[in-house]
């Protein structure tokens, strides 16, 4: 296995090795090469996530508006749906627009991170194709953005918890943590797909139909289905757990679905590391495929 | 002698002619590269074919080195992995410090954002810190000689401005290692001017400098030493001077293919031959500047044919017409030919500068228009030497210093 060996002095000191030898691939070594760059690469990366929401919002009239109306507009078709008793949701001990208004934040949240990776990189190519920088930083930087995303939503959430009277517990300190693992779980998909979407575009074409399916084969505006065998969706469903979970956080401070939700965090956290391994093996291919 | 600051060793790489089917190794690649499988590293694909070569060579600290070619000969593709954007399927690249490419001018650059923004998202991706570009903001900005226009978005400037702006930013920051790939001939002729003191004084600090470029008279001016490459291999690794006349010897055999593009006419004498001779009536394609040089053309003819007029024309290569020389135009009467035979033409001294040229010959009617049988790239000749003095022609001459 050939791999870049990036020896740091300085910021761009390096060695390339390479080639047919027959060096056992030391895995271990190249994702803590990864890490270390990962981490080095935050200044950049923290300079293209200004550069990003600068240009965005200097030519936006309505600027955070665009963050808070996609959930709104979807809970607002399905609360009307639900006035209508289109859609039963007699398991529901919320207020519905509560419950909705929440859930379709929290699924947008993920919707934005399944989306980050894939976007940053087709904005990048212009340069990655021309200058050699750390391509951790492009996650990075990713991450940074969907965060901040984040922190305006909260204003929904806030607004929700204060408009409904909902008593909040304690428990409520531990979603901030529930929706970094959404991010997560939603980035380190974004970053799978990547590879081959920056190579096909079938895939940033199809990204929205799958999303809008998964969203509807998770708990966003209706409770789970309990029944064999659709109860199976939300256990193959990664998403569900965490989003059940983070909702209750919100709402009744406490999870029970323990069990669940550390699996997929596990999984989450191991599928990362190999993501970024794919991203920095993947990236020198496909350079050289996309051209100049 | 001291440790080469780059070793690049056997290097090659190769590349896919179909689109979908690059893709698609692309794909495969990726696969066995994730799993540690052994990829199939020195054999082509359908499609493929090698870049560049089984490459070999050392820059040592401070060197400047050309890199000449034509389009396809692999340049692009082994400064592209120097600056490590992309892998070389066999063989190995050591660095010795920091590598900066003066390629992708304005990198990065978002067209909303003010010059003075993009000048620190452009350095950082250039890999470096706050710190480091605050020390040389002020250098960049007066060297680029933007300073009005700094806290306008990117995206009023002229392109010629953003070129400005990205060449500031990339030749403000120095690297050990610097690659430049054609872009010493961005902005008007000042600013041209501008960007060859700084890579000179660059060169002075001690960075060791790769450039390709196309205008052979930059390269014969900064570098001592030149790579000569053809079809993805080295074919000479020197002085630059020999560089230069081995590239345009290469780019010459190609040339020749196109010999018979052009012929036709009405064909009652015919063009068999054009030779170019010594002054020892020998065969010789490489010549000095001031040589003696024949050219002889040799005819044939089908009937007879009375006072045609015969025509030689000179080109540089690729480029534009240096001289035409015509029978009529010299009132030289040509008589009348039966049979076969030649015509010589003698330049006592060749004068023009080192450089390709090619030679295009006509026989015409006694009109001089209609045209019996034209050969367009009949043959060529190098005139040997480097580009010190920029131009076509030497001009005999005399000084007198009072």
Redesign the interface.
């Known amino acids: 296995?050939?791999k870049?060996r990036v020896v740091k002095k300085?910021?761009?000191?390096?060695?390339?090795?390479?080639?047919?030898e027959?060096s056992t691939?030391k895995?271990f070594k190249l994702l803590s090469s990864i890490l270390r760059d990962l981490f080095l690469s935050r200044?950049?990366a923290w300079?293209?996530f200004i550069?990003?929401i600068?240009?965005q919002y200097?030519?936006s009239l309505l600027g955070v508006f665009w963050a808070f109306f996609p959930p709104i507009i979807t809970s607002v078709i399905f609360i009307l749906l639900q006035s209508r008793n289109i859609i039963s949701t007699s398991t529901i001990n919320l207020p519905y627009p509560a419950y909705v208004l929440i859930g379709t934040t929290l699924w947008q949240i993920f919707a934005d991170s399944v989306n980050a990776p894939l976007k940053a990189t087709i904005n990048?190519k212009?340069?990655i194709?021309?200058?050699?920088?750390p391509r951790e930083a492009l996650i990075f930087s990713a991450f940074l953005s969907v965060m901040f995303n984040v922190v305006i939503r909260m204003i929904i959430i806030i607004g929700v918890l204060i408009f409904y009277k909902i008593q909040i517990q304690w428990g409520i300190l531990l979603a901030p943590f529930g929706i970094f693992v959404l991010v997560l779980l939603g980035i380190v998909i974004g970053i799978l797909i990547t590879?081959?979407g920056m190579?096909?575009s079938d895939v940033s074409t199809s990204l929205p139909i799958v999303l809008q399916l998964l969203f509807f084969a998770t708990p966003v505006v209706y409770t789970l289905p309990e029944k064999f065998p659709f109860s199976l969706i939300s256990i193959i469903n990664p998403v569900s757990p965490i989003l059940i979970a983070t909702r209750n956080l919100i709402t009744v401070g406490y999870i029970d679905n323990l069990l669940h939700v550390t699996i997929v965090l596990i999984l989450t956290i191991v599928v990362f590391f190999f993501s970024l391994?794919?991203y920095r093996?993947?990236l020198?291919?496909?350079?050289?495929?996309l051209g100049? | 002698m001291t440790k080469p600051i780059i070793r690049i060793d056997?290097v090659s790489k190769k590349?896919c002619r179909s689109m979908r089917r690059?893709?698609y190794?692309?794909?495969l690649?990726?696969g066995s590269?994730?799993i540690?499988r052994?990829?199939n590293?020195?054999n082509l694909r359908k499609d493929e074919f090698w870049a560049v070569k089984d490459i070999s060579f050392e820059v040592q600290p401070g060197e400047t080195v050309g890199l000449i070619g034509h389009n396809g000969a692999g340049k692009?593709s082994l400064l592209r992995?120097l600056?490590?954007?992309?892998?070389?399927?066999?063989?190995?690249?050591?660095?010795?410090?920091?590598?900066?490419?003066l390629?992708?001018l304005g990198?990065?650059f978002?067209p909303?954002?003010t010059g003075r923004?993009n000048i620190?998202?452009n350095a950082?991706?250039?890999?470096?810190?706050?710190k480091e570009i605050n020390k040389r903001f002020d250098e960049i900005v007066s060297f680029s000689g933007l300073s009005e226009f700094l806290d306008m978005p990117v995206q009023s400037y002229s392109s010629g401005m953003v070129v400005r702006l990205g060449f500031s930013v990339a030749a403000f920051l120095e690297?050990d290692v610097l690659l430049i790939d054609e872009v010493l001939s961005v902005g008007d002729l000042a600013f041209r001017t501008k960007c060859q003191v700084r890579i000179q004084e660059l060169k002075n600090k001690g960075v060791s400098i790769i450039i390709v470029s196309h205008n052979l008279h930059t390269i014969s001016h900064l570098c001592p030493r030149s790579i000569a490459l053809e079809k993805g291999k080295v074919i000479y690794d020197g002085d630059t001077e020999s560089a230069i006349d081995i590239y345009r010897l290469s780019l010459l055999k190609t040339y020749e293919q196109y010999n018979d593009f052009i012929r036709g006419g009405t064909g009652e004498i015919t063009i068999q031959e054009l030779e170019i001779l010594n002054e020892n009536e020998e065969k010789q394609t490489i010549f000095d500047v001031g040589d003696k040089v024949k050219i002889r053309l040799y005819y044939h003819t089908n009937t007879l044919v009375k006072n045609p007029v015969f025509n030689v024309v000179i080109h540089i290569l690729n480029s534009h017409q240096v001289t035409g020389i015509r029978t009529d135009v010299d009132g030289i009467p040509t008589g009348d030919f039966e049979g076969d035979g030649y015509v010589d033409i003698e330049f006592q001294k060749f004068n023009l500068l080192p450089n390709a040229y090619t030679f295009d010959a006509v026989i015409f009617h006694s009109d001089g228009y209609t045209f019996y049988d034209r050969k367009n790239n009949a043959n060529h000749l190098v005139v040997r030497g480097g580009n010190e003095i920029n131009g076509i022609a030497y001009l005999d001459h005399s000084w007198k210093i009072n």
């Open positions: 296995m050939r870049v300085q910021a761009m000191e390096y060695t390339i090795i390479s080639g047919s027959k691939p895995l200044e950049l300079r293209l550069r990003d600068s240009a200097r030519q990048a212009p340069y194709v021309k200058i050699f920088f590879p081959i190579l096909y391994l794919l093996i993947s020198p291919i496909l350079i050289e495929k100049t | 056997k590349f690059s893709l190794y692309g794909l690649d990726m590269e994730l540690g052994e990829r590293y020195l692009t992995m600056g490590g954007l992309i892998l070389p399927d066999t063989g190995k690249i050591n660095i010795n410090g920091r590598v900066q490419a390629i992708a990198a990065g978002n909303v954002l923004e620190y998202i950082s991706l250039m890999g470096f810190s706050k690297p």
